[in-house]
C-alpha cells in the first residue's frame, strides 16, 4: 500500500458549487459547441428534475425549467485539480496531477505521521468534505492499479501483490483503464473482466494490440515502474471568484471573501507557510479593479484571523460601483513560526495573543495606529522621541540614556505659545542648539517652570527673540 | 466539661465577636508610593479592575503617580498600552522613570468611540499589562464597559478624567483624585473598604 488515488468525479462541478450560496439549487454545467450545446455535469438537484449528462441542451430546457446554467471550463476544472494538489502536498511530499480528475499521493512516507491508514483515510474525507469536494479514495501498491480500482471501488485499501491481482482481476475490462478502442476491442473478444486478459498469451496480445497496451498490464501489477511527475506548489497564491450577480455593499461580499481565505488558508497549511501581505481585488462592469491590500506585520495562516481583518479592510472601502468578480492574490509567503506560549501561562485561557490584537487595532483604526515608542539620540526634543510602527528594537547606545537636564514626561506634538500671567522659574536656562546639518535648525533656551495652576511645565524661547513657547508637561 | 462543640458551629452564625477582622493580604500590584499603599484596602491598585484619575488640569502628577507601576510592569515583561494620549509621551523621561521603552505601544485613535473600542479590546485580550486612556466624554456605560473588560482579561485599567467628572458616579474600583495645592491625592472611592477621610501627601 504506497500510493492511494483520490479520484474527483465531479471536479468541474463541486468547484462552481462550492462558490454558490445556495448548492442544492438545480444547477448543470453547458459544454460543447456553441451550435450543439451539451449538459457536461448535473447536480443531484438537477439530476431529479430528468437531467443527465450528455443531453442536448435544447433537450433539458423542453423536459424542465428552472435549473441554472453555467458554462463549463476546463481550466477552471484543471486549477481546481492544483489547488487540491497544493491541499494534498500537506499531506504527502510526493503528489501527482498525472491522471486527470484525479490526485496520486505517495502514502507510504506519510502513514508514520498521520496514523494507519483508516484514520489518515477519515481526515482526508473529512477535509475533502469540508472543502466541497466529492471524491472516491482508493490506497493501492501502484499508482496505476489504485487509479484503476478508484474506477469501480471507494474506500478500498490494498496490501500486498496478492490482494491486489485478485481485486484487479475481478474488474470489469470496459474499467480497467484501456482507451475505448482497446476495450471494445475487448469486449468483442469475448473477454469480461481483467483475469481473462492476463490468461491471453502475451505474444499473441503484443501482437494484435498496440504496445502501450501490453505497458499498461505491467505497470497495473507494479511490474514496470511508471514514473510520476510530481506536482510542485508554486509560490504564489490567486484565486478569482465570479459572483454571478452584482454586489451592491461589502455585505454581499463576505461569503466569497470567506471561501477565497478558507482557501487560502488550505493551501498555506499544505505549503507550511504563512501569508504577510494580500491583495483584494474588486472587478467591475467596466473601469479599473479595486484594489484593498491587507498587510500584516507578522505571517498568519489562521483562517478566522485572516478573515476578520480582511473583512475588517473591506468593510471601509467604498464601492463605487457593483462588484461582478472578487480576487485574492498573495505573492508574499514568509515561512510561518507560531508564535511561543508559556505552557503555564498566568493569563486566562481565552486570551488573545498581542500579534492579533494588535491586526485587530489596526484593520480598524488604520495601517500605523499602533506603535511603539523609541529613544533617538539626538538633542532636539521633537527628534529624540521616535514613534516608529514596526521597527525592531535597535542596539541603543550608551550615550542615549543621560539627558543633559530635566525632561517632561509629556511632549507637545507642536509648541503653542505659552498664555497668562508670568511663570514661576524653576530651572534654567538650558540651551539646545543642533540641527543645523539637515535644515530642522534649533537655537532654543528651555526652562522648567510652574505654572499658576500647579502644572510643571517645560517652556522654551527661542534665541533669536520672542515670547515663552510650551513644549511639554511634567506630568 | 459538657460536650465538644465543634468550634465552626459557634463561629458560624457569626455571633461571636472574634475582634479585629483578619488584615487583608497585601497587594500583588502595589502603587510604589508608600504613603498610597498604607490606606488602599488592597495595599495597591485593585486587581483586575478600573482604576480612575481625577486632575484638574493635564500635567499635574499623573505620570508621576502612574510610572512606578508601569516601570515594575515592563520590567516584569508586560506590555503596557497607552489608547489614544493626550501628548506624545517622551521617551528620554519614560525611560528614566525605569519603564521598559521595548514594552510600551501607543494606539492611535480618531475619535473618542474608537478610542474607547482599542481600549475595551486591548483589556478584554489578556495580553497587556496596563492600559491607559483618557476619556473624555465617556458615560457611566462607557466606564462598566471597561471595567468589565478589564475583569475578564485581568488587565489594570487606567483612566484619566477631568476633576469635574468626580461629581458623577463611576463604576471604577479605585477613583483618586490629584491635587495640585497642596500637593497630595485623594481617594474618593475604594472598594474592598472605606475611603480614608485624610488626603496623602505626594512630592512635587
Not at chain 1, 267 to 291: C, I, K, T, Y
Not at chain 1, 404 to 418: F, V
Not at chain 2, 2 to 8: C, L, M
Not at chain 2, 72 to 98: D, H, K, M, N, T
Request: glycine residues 8%; aromatic residues 6%; hydrophobic residues 45%.
Amino acid at each position: 500500500m504506497r500510493w492511494a488515488c483520490i479520484l474527483l468525479p465531479h471536479l468541474a462541478l463541486d468547484g462552481v458549487l462550492r462558490r454558490c450560496a445556495d448548492p442544492d439549487a438545480p444547477r448543470v454545467l453547458v459544454g460543447g459547441s456553441a451550435q450543439r450545446r451539451m449538459l457536461h455535469a448535473v447536480n443531484p438537484a438537477a439530476r431529479a428534475l430528468g437531467l443527465r449528462r450528455g443531453m442536448a441542451l435544447t433537450a433539458a430546457q423542453a423536459l424542465a425549467r428552472g435549473f441554472a446554467t453555467e458554462a463549463y471550463r476546463p481550466e477552471e476544472e484543471a486549477r481546481w485539480q492544483r489547488f487540491l494538489a497544493a491541499w494534498a502536498y500537506g499531506y504527502s511530499s510526493q503528489v501527482s496531477l498525472q491522471f486527470p480528475h484525479a490526485l496520486m499521493l505517495e502514502i507510504q512516507g506519510s502513514l508514520g505521521l498521520f496514523g494507519p491508514w483508516p484514520r489518515f483515510e477519515a481526515r482526508l474525507r473529512e477535509e475533502l468534505a469540508a472543502l466541497g469536494f466529492r471524491h472516491r479514495i482508493v490506497a493501492a501498491p501502484n499508482p496505476v492499479a489504485a487509479r484503476v480500482l478508484a474506477n469501480q471501488h471507494d474506500g478500498l485499501a490494498i496490501e500486498g501483490d496478492a490482494p491486489m491481482r485478485r481485486a484487479l482481476g475481478q474488474l470489469p475490462i470496459q474499467r480497467a483503464g484501456f482507451v475505448p478502442d482497446v476495450a471494445t476491442a475487448f469486449a468483442r473478444m469475448g473477454l469480461r473482466t481483467l483475469r481473462q486478459v492476463w490468461a491471453l498469451p502475451r505474444d499473441g496480445l503484443a501482437r494484435r494490440f498496440p504496445a502501450e497496451v501490453l505497458r499498461h498490464l505491467d505497470a497495473l501489477l507494479g511490474e514496470r515502474e511508471l514514473a510520476l511527475e510530481s506536482y510542485r506548489p508554486p509560490d504564489r497564491f490567486d484565486l478569482r471568484i465570479e459572483l454571478g450577480h452584482e454586489a451592491e455593499s461589502s455585505q454581499a461580499l463576505l461569503f466569497p471573501l470567506k471561501r477565497l481565505i478558507a482557501d487560502l488558508a488550505a493551501f498555506l497549511a499544505g505549503r507550511d507557510g504563512g501569508v504577510q501581505r494580500f491583495d483584494l481585488l474588486l472587478e467591475h462592469e467596466r473601469g479599473a479593479r479595486a484594489r484593498v491590500p491587507v498587510g500584516l506585520l507578522t505571517p498568519e495562516r489562521d483562517a478566522a484571523l485572516l478573515f476578520e481583518l480582511a473583512r475588517g479592510r473591506l468593510e471601509q472601502v467604498q464601492l463605487t460601483a457593483p462588484v461582478r468578480a472578487i480576487a485574492l492574490g498573495a505573492a508574499e509567503l514568509p515561512p510561518f513560526a507560531p508564535v511561543h506560549r508559556e505552557l503555564f501561562d498566568p493569563r486566562p485561557q481565552q486570551a488573545t495573543p498581542w500579534e492579533q490584537l494588535r491586526e485587530r487595532l489596526r484593520a480598524r483604526l488604520g495601517e500605523d495606529a499602533v506603535h511603539g515608542v523609541q529613544q533617538h539620540a539626538d538633542h532636539r526634543p521633537e527628534c529624540a522621541s521616535l514613534s516608529p510602527p514596526d521597527v525592531p528594537a535597535r542596539r541603543e547606545h550608551s550615550s542615549t540614556g543621560v539627558a543633559p537636564g530635566p525632561r517632561p514626561g509629556w511632549l507637545l506634538a507642536k509648541p503653542i505659545p505659552l498664555r497668562g500671567s508670568a511663570p514661576h522659574l524653576l530651572a534654567g536656562p538650558e540651551r539646545i542648539e543642533s540641527g543645523w546639518w539637515d535644515g530642522g535648525d534649533v537655537r532654543r533656551d528651555y526652562y522648567v517652570v510652574q505654572l499658576a495652576s500647579g502644572q510643571g511645565a517645560w517652556v522654551f524661547r527661542p534665541v533669536s527673540g520672542g515670547g515663552f513657547m510650551l513644549h511639554g508637561w511634567f506630568a | 466539661m459538657g460536650a465538644v462543640v465543634a468550634i465552626d458551629a459557634l463561629l458560624q452564625p457569626q455571633r461571636v465577636w472574634r475582634g479585629r477582622p483578619a488584615a487583608p493580604p497585601a497587594g500583588t500590584q502595589p502603587t510604589g508610593h508608600a504613603g498610597l499603599d498604607a490606606v488602599l484596602p488592597s495595599g495597591g491598585w485593585p486587581e483586575a479592575a478600573l482604576s480612575e484619575l481625577l486632575i484638574p488640569v493635564d500635567g499635574i502628577g499623573e505620570l508621576q503617580l502612574l510610572w512606578p507601576t508601569l516601570a515594575r510592569l515592563s520590567r516584569a515583561g508586560e506590555r503596557i498600552v497607552l489608547v489614544a494620549p493626550p501628548y506624545l509621551p517622551f521617551a528620554p523621561a519614560w525611560r528614566q522613570a525605569g519603564v521598559d521603552l521595548g514594552r510600551l505601544q501607543v494606539v492611535r485613535a480618531g475619535t473618542s468611540r474608537d478610542a474607547l473600542w482599542a481600549t475595551e479590546q486591548c483589556l478584554r485580550s489578556g495580553s497587556c499589562g496596563a492600559v491607559l486612556c483618557w476619556p473624555l466624554d465617556a458615560d457611566d456605560r462607557a466606564l462598566r464597559r471597561l471595567q468589565v473588560a478589564a475583569a475578564s482579561g485581568r488587565t489594570l485599567a487606567f483612566a484619566t478624567r477631568p476633576l469635574a467628572a468626580a461629581m458623577h458616579p463611576s463604576p471604577a474600583a479605585l477613583r483618586i483624585a490629584i491635587d495640585a495645592a497642596p500637593a497630595q491625592w485623594r481617594v474618593l472611592k475604594c472598594r474592598g473598604g472605606a475611603a480614608p477621610a485624610q488626603p496623602v501627601p505626594r512630592a512635587g
